[in-house]
């Protein structure tokens, strides 16, 4: 068995094996894999002992954020949009 191992995935998210600890990452609460293709999910590697690195779909997480959720807050905000100004028109 590898260090790393995705043990089942399903329409709310999927479970990761990590150092015989199991983890399920809902897609609720982790967007990047909701659409992504199974072997996509399935290609995750484990860097340096703490870090799941996802090359196909650019996704980084650490084991901390997996253990402590709560310290890792995943709100993105957005600034308010600017609006553009209209050049006149030349006739």
Known sequence: MSVVEVTNIDAFGFWLLVHGKEYFL?????????????????????VHEDHLHWPALDVDLSL?????????PLIFKARPATPRRRRARQV
């Open 26 to 46: 809902p897609y609720d609460e982790y967007p990047w894999f909701k659409d992504a293709r199974v072997r996509d999910i399935l290609g995750v590697r484990l």
């Open 64 to 72: 901390e954020s997996l253990e402590r959720p709560e310290s890792f």
